[in-house]
């Protein structure tokens, strides 16, 4: 046990010293080449209101006026900045983007400025030291080759991709639930806003590749018990590359591709595996973040140790004075509406559905009803998740519920999976029988 401890433990410093040292190294490129490159792109990447109104595609206009380009822009403009005096450690540590305001952030008009030649003597810089920025890894070298609209559609091919090849592989592994549901799951994200988004694509990007190693390795993880180091490895690369978008996302999808898979264990055995890697995960979460803030302070002396206490306290904090569940309730509701669409609605309907005639079909096939009973408690704790992350996290999910309310797809994942959990005990029984 301690040496399992010990060695994830390992994991985490190396993990955390790695990313300090890959964006160090990125920070010594030269940003002439990714300059042109997004100039050449601002303003097909952030349409006015005007050039909004002109498209004639209800679909293309949907897509550009619901877009999250708050966080897309402030991605790219920390991947642009050269600040004069300022090392590239530095710039790795603490990273700087200009702004137009300097107490209320306005990324897409700085951007649109800095394109129009204002000087960025005339405006104000600031730090963003609380968050890895590890996506600047990749990001920062695509831009040296493509322009921002290129790199999106990079995104969007290296998604389906992934995706076909997830599902194709969970088919050969006979494993077809584990991609049926994948796919099922990711219909609550509003899908097409996911694949375009430089941002909102890195959780779901971690989720597939850990989906599909999952798939591929499931019994040498499984005989090797080296799941939870894979739980905790999709934590710490969530916290390095995520800008704290629908991180739940990453520890609910393979929660159940793994109940999916892992068949024959006792309810007892499953729920301790259920709550062992969800700390696993937590553990490279936090433990991933709080090695920046520490790595930052012990060579800088940035106080972000301190500013990140301040900032949990006022992310985590109840919202509008209200009591802590009163709070989550309410922003759980902010969440919901962003299904603005009946056919979420629709889509829900049809999960429920799917779920109580399974389970009637189950019932009357002669499954377990302790058995179905066990597989629905499991599902149950996962379903509740993302509620749970609300309203711990409730400041932040209703100031950004633009984006968290993803994490819901979790609940929906939950309740499918379960129905196809239910399919494949039928299944069993029935060739058990034969």
């Known amino acids: 046990m301690f040496k399992k401890v010990g060695r994830m433990v390992v994991l985490l410093i190396g993990s955390a010293v790695l990313g300090a040292l890959l964006l160090t190294l990125v920070f010594c490129l030269p940003v002439s080449f990714m300059r042109q490159h997004v100039m050449t792109s601002v303003e097909s990447m952030i349409p006015d209101e005007d050039a909004l109104e002109k498209q ?21 403009q920390n991947a642009i900045e050269r600040v004069e005096g300022k090392n590239a450690y530095e710039h790795a540590m603490w990273a700087y983007h200009y702004d137009l305001e300097e107490d209320v952030w ?9 394109y129009e030649g204002k000087s960025t003597d005339d405006m104000f810089l600031h730090m963003y030291a609380r968050y890895w920025h590890g996506y600047l890894v990749y990001l920062k070298p695509l831009l040296m080759v493509f322009d921002w609209s290129q790199i999106v559609v990079l995104g969007v091919v290296l998604q389906l991709c992934l995706m076909a090849v997830l599902i194709i592989c969970s088919v050969r592994r006979g494993q077809a ?84 898979m892992q068949k024959g264990d006792t309810l007892k055995r499953k729920l301790q595996k259920l709550i062992g890697y969800s700390i696993c995960w937590g553990g490279g979460y936090a433990g991933m973040w709080g090695m920046k803030w520490l790595i930052a302070d012990l060579t800088l002396h940035t106080g972000t140790i301190r500013d990140a206490a301040w900032s949990i306290i006022g992310r985590t904090e109840a919202i509008g004075g209200r009591s802590r569940m009163n709070g989550g309730w ?3 509701s902010l ?5 603005r669409w009946e056919l979420y609605t629709v889509m829900a309907v049809m999960v ?34 993302p509620f749970m992350w609300i309203i711990v996290v409730q400041h932040h999910s209703a100031l950004h519920a633009r984006f968290t ?30």
Request: glycine share 6%; hydrophobic share 55%; aromatic share 14%.
């Open 106 to 114: 306005t990324p897409e008009n700085s951007l649109k400025a800095i």
């Open 335 to 339: 969440n919901f509406q962003e299904y």
């Open 330 to 332: 309410y922003v759980i």
């Open 352 to 385: 429920a559905l799917f779920v109580a005639i399974t389970l009637l079909v189950a019932l009357g096939k002669g499954v377990d009803w302790r058995k179905a009973l066990g597989e629905l408690l499991v599902y149950a704790l996962v379903f509740c998740i």
């Open 56 to 76: 004639e595609k209800p679909f293309l206009r949907y897509l550009w006026s619901e877009r999250e380009t708050y966080t897309d822009v402030i991605m790219v």
């Open 405 to 434: 309310f993803r994490i819901i797809s979790v609940a929906a994942l939950a309740m499918i999976s379960f129905g196809i959990s239910l399919i494949q005990t039928i299944f069993s029984e029935k060739c058990k029988k034969s």
């Open 177 to 260: 639930g584990v991609g049926i549901a994948t796919v099922a799951g990711f219909l609550f994200m509003k899908p097409a806003l996911v694949l375009i988004s430089l941002d909102m694509s890195v959780c779901w990007i971690i989720t597939l590749g850990a989906l599909l190693t999952m798939v591929l390795k499931h019994e040498k993880l499984e005989s090797g018990k080296t799941y939870p180091e894979l739980f905790l490895m999709i934590g710490i690369l969530v916290a390095y590359f995520d800008f704290l978008t629908y991180p739940v996302v990453t520890l609910g999808f393979p929660l159940c591709a793994y109940f999916l």
